[in-house]
Structure formats: C-alpha cells, structure tokens
C-alpha cells in the first residue's frame, strides 16, 4: 500500500487484494483480539514517545536556566577562562535549544498514534459488534441444526423399526395385531417425515446465515478490520521513524557546539595570560628600596622605632613607600598603629628629628 499524509490525516490506498478476507476468512476472533491488543500497544508506544519528550523537554530547559548562570568573572580574571566560560553559557543555551525542539518534534510524533487510535476506536467497535452478533447467530442455527439432525435421525430409525415389525406381522399375525402395528408405523413415519422437513428446513436457515456471514457481511468486517491495522502499523512506523528523525537530525548539531567550545578551550594559554596579568600590573619601579637608618644631627643613635623593626619594606608606588609587617604589634598609644604579620602599610610620611624618627603611615583607613 502507498501511504499519503496530508496534515494530520492519514490515507491509506489499499492494494486490490487483501489478506485477512482470503486466508483468515474465519478468523473473525483472532483478527479482533490482535486489533484490541495491538491498538493498547500502539498506545504504550505513543506514550512512551510522549514521555521520552517530556524528558528531553525537561532537560532543555533546566541547560536553559543553567545557560542564565548570573555568576561573572572575577574583574581581572584571566582572557583565556572568561572566554571559555563566555562560550560555556553560550554553548549551554543553544544545547537547551537543540532539546527543546527535540522535544516538539517527539510530541508531534506521539500524537499521530494517539489520533489513530482515537479515529479507529468507534469504527471498530461496531464491526465488532456486528461480526460477534452475525457469528453468534450461525452458531445458534447450526446448534439447532444439530438438534434437528439428531432427532430426525431418531424418529427415522423408530420409523424404520416400526415398518419392519409392520411387515413382519403381515405374515405371521393376526389382523388385528397387523392393524395395529400399521397404525404405529404410519405415525412413525409421519413423525420421521416431519423431522426430516425440520431438519432440511434448519439447514437452509443455517445455510442462509453463512452466506450471508461468509459473501455479504464478513469479507468487509474483515477488510475493515485489515484497513485499520493497516493504518496503525503504519503510522506507528511512519511516528517510530520520525522519532529517530528528529534524533538523528538533533545529535549532529551538538558535536559541532561541542567543538567550538573545545577550539576555545584549546586556545588557553595559562602561562600567556599570566604574563600577560602581569605586563599589565608590572610595578613602576625596577626593584624594591629598603628603609635605611638615618641618625639624628647630635650623632646620638636614635630609639629602634617599632614599626622600622617589625616591617619588611617594600615597593614604592605613586602614592609612596609601602611597607609589609614581618610581624605582630599593638599599639601602645592612640597616635599608633596596629598591625599584624603581612600587612602592607602605605607610608606618609618619613621619620625626622621632630618625629623623633619615627614614620606615619596608614593601614585600613587608619591614621598612625
């Protein structure tokens, strides 16, 4: 058979002969027990393709939602990770694209089952119908049939019984015991020739119902029956084969993506980012300039200050002197600073004779 598809109806162009109405002219009951069953499967398939989708719908759109990730990149993260991360989400949405309409196309597969299932539903209940009460009509006449058989051949065997005994006593009894056994034999034969018009009359009842079941109505019960399981293998291929369609025309798109993101990630290059971080965040000065001890003007040494014996000094910047504390000290007085191992802190101003030699700076927006 040729199968044309317009929309969402299907036609079937049946072959000029069919199958069922040839060889399984009395498989009435078979045939409707593999429609009904095939039928619920069809279903089972159609919601598995249904489920199928709901799932792969589901996933699209949680890579959608994950595709809308708010987490950004450090402010100075390196080129190279924010590129791949850049063509991570990218890629995440497009996937969640690619999965969304896979799932379209999956619901569109199920519902043609679904719709032939339901169109074929009410058709062929009625041939059901009409074909049990046909054959359960053949079954009666011939069981009636059978009886009127029986009792024919009964009656004639007591006729045949009674017309021997008839004969017999012609010959050898008296009249009034022939008259007699002539009276039986005429009512048995009667009786014998009654059945024997009941039984014919049975057998042209029965005859008529199987032509009329087996030329008239059965033959298009049974075409019927093959034009809608016909129609279901179809479609349920046509819906299978479009299922893996759309699966197959789906998975060639990731790859593709996937590549993308691996040429970006390919093209990462740790060690020319970090130069580069550092070209960018190169220090102005060419090393650091270590504090050095400057006496008072009377030659007498002055007091170790405790920040120029607690600090490793560092680089100067734009701002001035920058300072690392190399250990703990708390401050003693209100003008001081506190401050713990590693702290950097901006120098001010230097030490001279009026400071007494020691240094003002600033560490966390204080002042000492």
Excluded at 204 to 219: F, G, I, S
Excluded at 291 to 299: I, K, L, M, P, Q
Aim: proline share 3%; charged share 25%.
């Amino acid at each position: 058979a040729n199968l044309l598809r317009t929309h969402a109806c299907i036609i079937i162009i049946l072959s000029s002969e069919m199958v069922f109405a040839t060889e399984m002219w009395d498989g009435f009951c078979i045939i409707q027990q593999q429609a009904e069953e095939g039928s619920e499967f069809s279903k089972e398939i159609a919601k598995y393709i249904e489920k199928f989708g709901e799932l792969t719908a589901a996933y699209g759109k949680g890579l959608q939602s994950l595709s809308k990730s708010k987490e950004k990149p450090p402010k100075n993260e390196y080129n190279g990770t924010c590129a791949g991360w850049t063509c991570l989400l990218d890629v995440t949405e497009k996937l969640s694209k690619i999965f969304l309409d896979l799932a379209q196309d999956m619901k569109k597969s199920s519902s043609g089952i679904e719709q032939q299932s339901k169109n074929s539903k009410k058709p062929l209940k009625q041939v059901f119908d009409k074909g049990n009460k046909l054959l359960s009509e053949v079954s009666k006449a011939d069981g009636a049939r059978t009886k009127a058989k029986d009792n024919f051949t009964k009656l004639r065997q007591k006729q045949e019984e009674s017309v021997g005994e008839y004969t017999i006593a012609r010959n050898t009894q008296t009249a009034a015991i022939v008259s007699k056994l002539g009276k039986k034999a005429d009512a048995d034969t009667k009786n014998a020739e009654k059945a024997d018009k009941d039984y014919a009359k049975s057998v042209e009842t029965l005859k008529a119902l199987q032509e009329k079941l087996h030329q008239q109505e059965m033959p298009n019960y049974l075409q019927m029956m093959e034009k809608t399981e016909l129609e279901r293998l179809t479609i349920c291929k046509q819906e299978l084969g479009g299922f893996t369609t759309a699966y197959l025309n789906a998975v060639p798109k990731i790859p593709e993506l996937l590549t993308d993101l691996q040429t970006v990630i390919t093209n990462i290059n740790p060690q020319g980012d970090l130069d580069a971080f550092a070209g960018k965040n190169r220090s102005p000065q060419a090393g650091p300039q270590y504090a050095t001890y400057e006496g008072s003007d009377s030659g007498t040494p002055m007091p170790i200050s405790p920040t120029r014996a607690s600090v490793d000094y560092g680089t100067t910047t734009t701002d001035g002197i920058q300072v690392r504390a190399l250990f703990d000290y708390a401050a003693t007085d209100s003008n001081e600073l506190s401050f713990k191992t590693n702290d950097v802190i901006t120098v001010l101003q230097k030490g001279d004779a009026e400071s007494e030699g020691w240094w003002q700076g600033v560490l966390r927006g204080k002042v000492g």
